[in-house]
Structure formats: structure tokens, C-alpha cells
């Protein structure tokens, strides 16, 4: 089974990704993290890496570009698959996400159903 690290500081988003993974039949352990420095912890002690990190953008502590940034400065981490979520429609911040090393920007839409069918595309070309 394959494993999927979420650092999000809002449990409610944390559940929503559980559940959009599940409806979609994806057969994934979900490794939930609510601060970027726990979740940088926790890829390092691990032995293994994650099929992907699934990182908030706006998550408080060092925040998810710098977190991003450590990952892909990890020589052991840097091939991770990054897909950076976040609720900001500012093309900044995308741009950002994608300078910083980010694979992908999702957009945490309000349409649930739209959040599932994005994070579900994600997947299908990330971890064919």
C-alpha cells in the first residue's frame, strides 16, 4: 500500500482528502501532519518515502514553500512527488509553489465534488 503524507492545519480539510482518496478507490495510507516541521520530522525518520505529499501552502510555522523548499534540498526526499493545496486564487502564490519545486498546485475548491475530481487527476498522473 502506498503512502500519503497531508500537511494541513485544518483537520476538516485533512478528513475531505481522506474521504475524496477513498471515494475515488485509491488504495493509500493517509499520514496526516497539522505543522510543516512535524512533517519534515517525520519524512526524515521515515524509512521509506511517500508515494506523495499532499502540503498547505498557507500552513503556519515555517510555512509550506519553506517546507517544500527543505524537501527538494533532501537528497533523499527531492524526487518526492509535491502537490501544493491551498484555498489562494493569487497567481503569485502558484508561481511560487512551482519556483519552490512543487509538481503540481491544487486549488482547495469550495465545491467539494470539484476538490475530489482535481485531487483524483492529480493522482492519476503522479502515481501511475
Not at 28 to 49: C, K, P, T
Request: charged letters at 30%; one cysteine or more.
Amino acid at each position: 500500500m502506498r503512502r500519503i503524507l497531508v500537511v494541513d492545519d485544518n483537520p476538516d480539510d485533512i478528513e475531505i482528502t481522506r474521504i475524496a482518496l477513498e471515494e475515488k478507490g485509491w488504495d493509500v495510507q493517509v499520514e496526516a501532519y497539522r505543522q510543516a516541521e512535524q512533517a519534515l520530522a517525520g519524512l526524515r525518520e521515515s524509512e521509506d518515502s511517500p508515494a506523495l505529499v499532499l502540503l498547505d501552502l498557507n500552513i503556519p510555522g515555517m510555512g509550506g514553500i519553506e517546507c517544500l523548499r527543505q524537501i527538494r534540498a533532501d537528497r533523499r526526499l527531492q524526487s518526492v512527488p509535491v502537490v501544493m493545496v491551498t484555498a489562494s486564487s493569487f497567481e503569485a502564490d502558484e508561481k511560487r509553489a512551482y519556483e519552490a519545486g512543487a509538481n503540481f498546485f491544487l486549488f482547495k475548491d469550495f465545491d467539494i465534488d470539484r476538490y475530489v475530481e482535481n485531487l483524483d487527476a492529480v493522482l492519476k498522473r503522479t502515481m501511475v
